[in-house]
């Protein structure tokens, strides 16, 4: 579904992913954790196209993701390839980037209606039916400040999933929130993940909710993977010493594991 | 010198003729500003970069210099290649101009105010450039101007006088002459500023009407 | 009509009436500033009353006319003033109306934690202004400062309504003694944006020093 | 007593406006024509060493004298009843019929005030506050066309530029600016006819009457000695017509 | 050392407090949950003079906190009597609220120079002491930004006892740091709190930490105390139907009590 294949992504002279390799399985559910700074943000963000790349491939859904072939050559991809590309991916962010000027149905309804020209009365239909589904229907003509964080996020992801994306990033969906609307959102997203067969990268700190939610742990360190594998195994059993200090204080702060 | 109210009565129909003419020539400044500011904005973001930085330039320029010699200019000296605009017209394309320079930096401050969350969610949902700036950037960008572009707006009430330099008979032109005509000074300039007190008193609260309506909903 | 030296000189003996009103204009409108836009945050109400009526006073009625009264009017109460003096009043008194709505504006623009960390550790109202939040003011104040500068230099040209030998009234006695409208204009244009630009750089040096070591705050 | 005081201080400060040939700067900023020139010399004789002069507009003029920026007027402004009113007029020093400056030829045939109010496209320039503007007005000009010029050189570009028709001011200050413009296409009409011949003064405060009394008697003085003659009449000036008039005829009284 | 009694406080037409009455005794550590909007940073900033009250006593070493006595009358507190009051107090927030344009040492030297009269020697000497206890006396010449966010709260913690006050007041000083971060300061407090007999009111969601630290737990929920007792009654076995379902929500989120 998602092939990276030796890609590296610097800052000026600051390498922040350095020839990171991995795939990722049709409908595979991953959690990438890692220390701050540890680049996992960037990733999703390279998949979203939020950010370009140094070198390297992707290859989504069969398709290069940064290249295509013009005249049987390799050429940087071009906006409407990149616009191609995108309809794949949804993203959802850690400060949830709604549009504050417009209504929640509205927020959900804008990109269907504009990217795939469905019809206004069908994508409202399907707009409903997804906030039925994360629990806010009653919402549907409040503004986004009028909703509590966590009600925010929620609309959040029914404005991804309206685009039917067969991929889904969540970038610490839930670290913005008062820790009591935390749990609403996790919900949603392990429904989510028990009922679709999308394929979700999730970045966060939440190691209790990785666990359950994940098939499998990426952990991230300086750009590179220093370990994976199934969640049991990285959180009862870690093998590299990193991993092993990185869960201890994570656990010390007071964190469920 | 005393304050002579018959007076005051006398010229006052003159002065307020003036007034007219002032305000006209603020309003179509402010429309010429308000576009040709859009105008600079648009350039100074193009991705020819001698383009850009040209226009960057040429703001400054026009920026770093005193209007009323900018006036001159444009009516005294551009006829020798040609260009021979009636008084009102240069007046309003020099003050125009000038203040354009000004909007296109409350228009790139607008647009700069948008966060940066919001362009990213409008790529993740895969709207295309256009249809970011159309349904996402501007409808944010441009309520929190609308407070600034209004004092603008104040502050070329206040700058008609230099057009007297060119001939136009404003507000302050006429308070000239009248005292001119009457040898009486302090009645025609004292209200002239009462005028420009009254107005900019009047645009005071008709800015906090527009901050209170517009410069919060930006968040 | 040959003479251009001449000319020259008088042009930029004007630019020295115009440089000294602008140092002058700039200095007295920093002082008023801080008085007012102080005054402005005063917890006294009158205070606040006086900078208020001082601020839309200035910013209310229009250049001209502030300087028509400095000049003409204030005689007849007594006070005359040197047309140099009536001038950078007038432009100070103007551009530090605006000026003061700065300081407000930076001040209040310190984040309401840094007060409340002042009550915690129990400073002082005056010790909370002076070591806390006017420092952290000031860099906020300096780039619009820097424009009000510049709006200060471009408002000495009006000064000729009160016959100071500036640069536009110079180069106007130049057009009268020889015809030439382009060549006097086209010269003081050019000699302003350079004392624009030399304005500019020297607020900008002002700031990074002022800012130095402060980087990463905001 | 003013006079006193000016003794004291070694100097005079008067107003001019830059008008060759009523009143002039020169490229090195030193101020001459007709009229401070002749005020400088009377000062000379009354004690008063030198004379420190502003240039000014002509509607700052007044006011600048009745708020004490200067102790007298001497740019050439126009003895005129009303303006006697508010100012107190030496003897007449510079006299001079209204003129007209046109385009070569003088297309529309303009001979006077009237001519122009008569034709409903003429636009005239004339100084604002000044005789000119007044006349126009009284001959049944609008306002409209009337078009307040700011200074000469402003209302001779105005007309090379077809801004405007006809440029208004007296005969010496219009010849004075064809002579610098050099313009074939301009010519000068002159006497207006129906306007009056005009004659300046120096203009003091009301209340110095006898700063003004003593002026007169020694501009009197240098007007039989042949010495006012000496100094106008280089500038184009009559001296006969300034001494053939007296205040009282030109302020009305 | 502490007595509040029959506090209200509103903001407009809102009772965020209503009629709350407390005491807390010398050297007690206090801990203050409840869910948000509860009133529980509400109550800190009284505490501190930050908030004015709008009825009711509060009572401190002895001293009336907002109230004096005038020529036998009791009269609202003047600045002058809140100023006095001020210095039992010290309060670390949730954002440090460091002074950004001062050195760590200026920045905990500051008010003891100028509100105490402290030689600037002295001063520096006991900086210097404060910040080998919270481990960073090499940060000394360092400017706030340029430290890490635990960093940074430790900074504050020395700051608020530069001024050596009798009560400190910590409100969510760990919500705003990364969970890795989050250790560090914690191991402060807990060694603060064992080796001072300082009063501490704590308000915090970490319930782990709560539990450690407080002698006693306080439960708010509308401004009122639903509950109260030592931790191990609040924590294992809470009465209130109320502090129940919030326990129970938080430990869903992933944090361990
Ligand atoms: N636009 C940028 N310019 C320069 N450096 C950047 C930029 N974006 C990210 N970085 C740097 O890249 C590194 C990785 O950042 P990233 O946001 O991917 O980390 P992360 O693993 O998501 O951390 P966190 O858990 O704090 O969110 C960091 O050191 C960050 O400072
Ligand atoms: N300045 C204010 N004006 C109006 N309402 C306020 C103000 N400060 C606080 N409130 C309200 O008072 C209530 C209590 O706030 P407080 O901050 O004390 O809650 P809290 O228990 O600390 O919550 P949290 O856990 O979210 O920090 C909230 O409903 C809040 O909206
Ligand atoms: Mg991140
Ligand atoms: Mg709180």
Redesign the pocket.
Known sequence: MIRIDNLVKS??T?K?LDGLSFDVMPGEKLALI??????????L?ILMTL?SISDGHIEICGDQLYHMQRNGREVPADEAHLHKMRSHIGMVF?HFNLFPHKSVLENITLAPILTKGTPRAKAEARAMELLEMVGLADKADARPAQLSGGQKQRVAIARALALQPRIMLF??VTSALDPELVEEVLLVMKRLAAETDMTMLL?T?EMGFAHEFADRVLF?DK?RIVEQGPPEQIFSNPREERTQSFLRKIIAAGHRV | MEWDWAFVWQIMPTLLAGLKLTLLVTLLAAVVAAVLGLALAILRRSGNRAVARGTAALSEFIRGTPLLVQLYFIFYVLPDIGIRLPALLAGVIGMGLHYATYTAEVYRAGIENVPRGQWEAARATNLTMRQTWVHVIVPQAVPPMIPVLANYLIAMFKETPLLSAITVLELMNQAKSVANTYYRYIEPMTLVGVFFLAMSLVSVVFLRVLEARFGRMAK | MGDWGGYLSLILQGALVTAKLTVMGCALALVVAFIAGLGRVSRFAAIRWLATAYIEFFRGTSIFVQLFWVYFVLPFAGVTLEPIQAGIMALGLNVGAYAAEVVRGAILSVPRDQYEACIAVNLTRFQRMRHVIFPQALPLMLPTFGNNAIELLKGTAVVSLISLHDMTFQAQVVRAQTGSTLIPFATILVLYFLMALALSRAIRMIETRITRGLDGVR | DTLEDLKGQGFARIAIANEPPYTAVAADGTVSGAAPDVAREVFKRLGVGDVVASISEYGAMIPGLQAKRFDAITAGLFMKPERCAAVAYSEPVLCDAEAFLLPAGNPKGFKSFADIAADPEAKIGAPGGGTEEKLALDAGVPRERVIVVPDGQSGLKMLQDGRIDVYSLPVLSISDLMKKAEDPNLEMFAPVEGAPVYCDGAAFRKQDTALRDAFDVELAKMKESGEFAKIVEPYGFSAAAAMSTSRAKLCGE
Chains 1, 5 share one sequence.
Not at chain 1, 34 to 43: A, H
């Open positions: 800052f000026g600051f922040v890692g220390p701050s700074g540890s680049g996992k943000t960037t990733i963000r950010e850690q970038d610490e970045v700190h991230f750009g």
